[in-house]
């Protein structure tokens, strides 16, 4: 499975926008982006996750460049309870896949008053 | 939320018992897995299950076991806990291969 590197920590001022980058330089075609966080000690939570286009939901926006090596993650306008870790991961589709996620490290995202 | 119940959310044992930790759920999803969280160390893979008595080894399978005899339940098994299994103990449930993963609320398991 294809890695990816993420800053280890990040600070974002109240409503601005917060823009989380991820390298994942060496993913393969059948590999898909996905975005997870976590707050505090709950369970993982999906955000959103794309192939080649742009995708945006209620949530957050995902930007992958064209050449698929680096996606970042956008939250238009970032509240306190977006403080979390954010986890950026690449997870192979097609026959045979398990669908499991491996998690690395993740950006600790700190939004500021 | 997703139906999603671990069991028990908290227990503490001394090393050398055995401790299952339960992993149910109420929406008839294939796939299921188990995650441990330490800090340094974040999410780590220890089994998953693809499919009523199919189940394969993660990241961090060593000294843990896995059953699924039904859709429904995912059992964890500790055969003899150690001070180094001292963990939050994740569940996880995916609908396929490429769905969202669900993750419950978490199993603090602390090993004396």
């Known amino acids: 499975d294809a890695k990816t590197t993420q800053p280890p920590s990040m600070d974002c001022a109240e409503g601005r926008a917060a823009n989380l980058p991820c390298n994942h330089s060496?993913?393969?075609?059948?590999?898909?982006v996905y975005w997870y966080r976590q707050i505090h000690s709950q369970g993982p939570q999906y955000i959103i996750h794309g192939l080649k286009n742009n995708e945006t939901n209620e949530m957050a926006s995902l930007i992958i460049t064209e050449d698929r090596k680096s996606s970042t993650l956008i939250l238009p306008h970032a509240t306190l309870r977006d403080t979390a870790v954010y986890y950026c991961?690449?997870?192979?589709f097609g026959s045979g896949n398990t669908g499991k996620l491996i998690f690395g490290q993740g950006t600790t995202l700190q939004v500021k008053p | 939320d997703a139906g999603i119940t671990q069991s028990p959310r908290h227990k503490v044992t001394e090393t050398g018992t055995p401790v299952t930790l339960r992993c149910h759920q109420t929406?008839?999803?294939?796939?299921m897995y188990w995650y441990r969280q330490d800090p340094g160390h974040g999410l780590r893979l220890i089994h998953y299950s693809y499919g009523v008595k199919d189940t394969d080894k993660g990241e961090v399978s060593d000294g843990y076991s896995v059953s699924r005899s039904k859709t429904e339940d995912f059992l964890l098994t500790l055969e003899s806990a150690t001070s180094s299994q001292t963990s939050v103990y994740f569940c996880?449930?995916?609908?396929?291969?490429?769905?969202?993963?669900?993750f419950g609320e978490g199993s603090r398991l602390t090993v004396l």
């Open positions: 929406e008839n999803h294939r796939y």
């Open positions: 060496t993913i393969s075609g059948n590999e898909y």
């Open positions: 996880a449930i995916s609908w396929d291969s490429t769905g969202e993963l669900f």
């Open positions: 991961i690449v997870r192979p």
